[in-house]
């Protein structure tokens, strides 16, 4: 296969190494292996890129296949000819002269193989060509001159000094390489003012590169420069591929030392603001979306990642300012100024993801820090902050309820004016609990509780904070679908004794009445005072009752009832008749207080007087004579009264 002429070389053959510009030099060594020194400076490693001379083969070197050259300290390099093939035996031979160019990997022969005077023919297959005085066929392509126009593959076009056309290979259709710090590889220059002339103009009708600029020292690839009224440099792609691609290096707009890859020195408009708006300077206008940590942005500003937004100056000035200029919402969705979303899976459970975190440290002993401040006016329906899904803290980075406060809180008229104590609350209003319509300071309500329901609903519960012992009173509601077993009770529970003291320093306790004080220290207007117990007391019968006597309790309570007592067979004289045993007992015996029920229990003699003895579980009833008669009946009203 030939090889496709690289554009470097032809850039030395047409435009530097023409007329006699090459070096003569002489072969100093052996059949097929062959060696000069060049007059130069050079070091070891590779010979320079398109560096060509011509050398003169020692007498009897003549090859005899497979050729190299060494130049002065370089290694050994093998000797091509029509751009990728070995030499044959003869095509160097003794006493001829040969050019060649070193390609960057191999010496290329210029000479016409077999000729010993070295030239080139005016018509023929070469690998690389130094000059042409006429149209000469270049492997595929052919160099023509038409006196005025020159081209390479192509024939000369009007309006185009030097055209090349490469219609077969991957490679560049020119290619230019300046070794010199200030030099410059290709220039073109056009000095007509009239719109549309173009110094350089690249074109590629494929997928290749119409104009390509590499760059490896401190100059430029491609230095465009535009003194009227046209473009420095002009992109245009109308095909598939792309209008300029910079590969490598920094890009600068405006300024010649970018410290970025991209450097814009001034304004920029992107999208459909592009050559239509001007942005303000050093500004950046953006019709579309920008996306930051992400490729498919959905919204105007649609950033992953962390985002820092600052500014230095203490002034009423803003970091951040989102508005809209919409006067009237269009649609029945949200419209929102700012979204900000953390979503995904956190690998590490401890991860903590923050959606918004504000923190304002300015110090001062006037100074006001506020880390959020959020207002909403102006609609029927204002609202500074609505939360959704998660738990609120304030003061607290773990809050474990919908809102959680560490520290004090005042609601009302108290906001902002009065300082609540430490971990409490203050409220200027109503509180309603179970209630969204608080009518009281305090309005507690069951929350799944109604009149009909037969239930027991504990609203209000006060306790002690010694969870070992607890100690609670409870305020709360009996509902029933029966108006008359409706009731409202305080009481007190405990691990212990569930007491529970009304009034213990002083002062009276009034029910249904209004009087300022009671008059009494229990004040029951309009009423009966009545004792209830789960369970009545009991009775054991005494020998002054006689054998097998009846003994019942009617409404018997510890605090009052009546006892009825029929004599059984030969009752004792001078013997208590029963006891009377408390359901509970008495902290100290109480006074018992006896009244006889019927005539017989009446009795005045000193043979049927009775009395009675207590104690703090009970008291007993005795005769204080002669025995009753069998068959009597004997019936006392009790009462009895508690000393402390």
């Known amino acids: 296969m030939k090889k496709t002429i690289p554009l470097f070389a032809l850039l030395y053959s047409f435009f530097v190494w023409h007329g006699n510009a090459q070096s003569l030099l002489n072969d100093i060594g052996v059949v097929n292996s062959y060696q000069v020194n060049y007059p130069a400076n050079f070091s070891t490693g590779t010979p320079p890129g398109g560096i060509m001379f011509t050398f003169k083969v020692k007498t009897g070197n003549t090859n005899t296949g497979s050729s190299d050259l060494k130049l002065n300290s370089y290694p050994a390099y093998s000797i091509l000819k029509n751009g990728n093939f070995a030499v044959q035996a003869g095509d160097i031979k003794t006493d ?9 990997a191999n010496w290329q022969m210029l000479s016409v193989a077999g000729n010993p005077s070295g030239n080139v023919a005016s018509s023929g297959n070469a690998g690389y060509i130094p000059r042409f005085a006429s149209s000469t066929a270049l492997l595929n392509s052919t160099l023509q001159t038409d006196g005025t126009w020159t081209s390479i593959g192509i024939a000369p076009t009007t309006n185009y000094l030097f055209r090349v056309d490469q219609p077969t290979s991957v490679f560049p259709a020119i290619y230019g390489l300046n070794s010199v710090a200030a030099g410059t590889a290709i220039w073109g220059y056009n000095n007509n003012v009239s719109a549309g002339s173009i110094g350089i103009n690249g074109q590629s009708v494929g997928a290749g590169t119409g104009l390509n600029g590499s760059n490896t020292g401190t100059g430029y690839g491609v230095y465009g420069l535009n ?40 304004n920029m408009a992107i999208g459909a603001y592009a050559g239509v708006n001007t942005a303000p300077a050093n500004s950046l206008i953006v019709s579309g979306r920008v996306g930051i940590g992400i490729v498919a942005p959905s919204f105007p500003l649609d950033v992953i990642g962390v985002t820092r937004l600052q500014n230095d100056a203490l002034t009423n000035s803003q970091v951040l300012y989102v508005g809209s200029a919409s006067t009237a919402g269009t649609g029945s969705n949200s419209s929102k100024s700012i979204f900000i979303q953390r979503s995904g899976a956190n690998v590490n459970p401890t991860h903590e993801a923050i959606g918004i975190q504000s923190s304002v440290t300015n110090t001062g002993g006037t100074s006001t820090n506020i880390a959020a401040h959020f207002s909403a006016s102006g609609a029927t329906n204002n609202y500074a902050i609505i939360t959704g899904g998660g738990n609120v803290g304030i003061g607290t980075a773990t809050p474990q309820n919908r809102l959680d406060v560490s520290s004090n809180m005042a609601i009302g008229a108290y906001a902002g004016v009065n300082t609540a104590p430490a971990n409490s609350f203050i409220v200027s209003g109503n509180v309603g609990i179970g209630t969204a319509t608080p009518a009281l300071k305090l309005d507690v309500r069951g929350s799944n509780a109604t009149a009909t329901t037969a239930s027991r609903v504990n609203l209000v519960q006060i306790g002690a904070s010694d969870a070992a012992s607890p100690l609670v009173v409870r305020v709360g509601i009996k509902t029933d679908a029966t108006a008359a077993n409706r009731y409202g009770y305080i009481e007190a529970l405990a691990t212990g004794p569930e007491n529970l ?32 117990q789960s369970a009545a007391p009991t009775f054991t019968p005494g020998s002054g009752a006689g054998t097998t006597p009846t003994i019942s309790l009617l409404n018997a309570t510890d605090v009052a009832g009546t006892v009825s007592v029929t004599m059984g067979a030969a009752p004792g004289g001078a013997a208590n008749v029963c006891t009377i045993n408390f359901n509970k007992s008495y902290t100290t015996p109480p006074i018992v207080v006896l009244t006889p029920a019927n005539a017989i229990s009446a009795q005045t003699t000193s043979a049927r007087q009775t009395y009675t003895t207590s ?23 009790y009462i009895v009264i508690e000393t402390q």
């Not at 001829?96 to 960057?104: E, K, M, P, R």
């Not at 792309?242 to 490598?248: L, P, R, T």
């Open 96 to 104: 001829a002269f040969v050019t060649v160019i070193f390609d960057g």
């Open 227 to 266: 003194n009227s009224t046209g473009y420095a440099a002009y992109f245009q792609q109308s095909s598939t591929g792309y209008a300029a691609a910079f590969m490598g290096g920094n890009v600068g707009i405006g300024t010649p030392t970018p410290l970025n890859r991209l450097d814009v020195s001034g």
């Open 501 to 532: 003291i009304f009034q213990p320093q002083n002062g009276n306790v009034g029910i249904g009445t209004t009087n300022v004080p009671p008059n009494a220290r229990l004040a029951i207007r309009d009423g009966h005072w009545q004792s209830q």
């Open 615 to 637: 104690a703090t579980g009970g008291f007993t009833i005795t005769f204080g004579g002669s025995a009753a008669l069998a068959g009597n009946v004997y019936i006392w009203n």
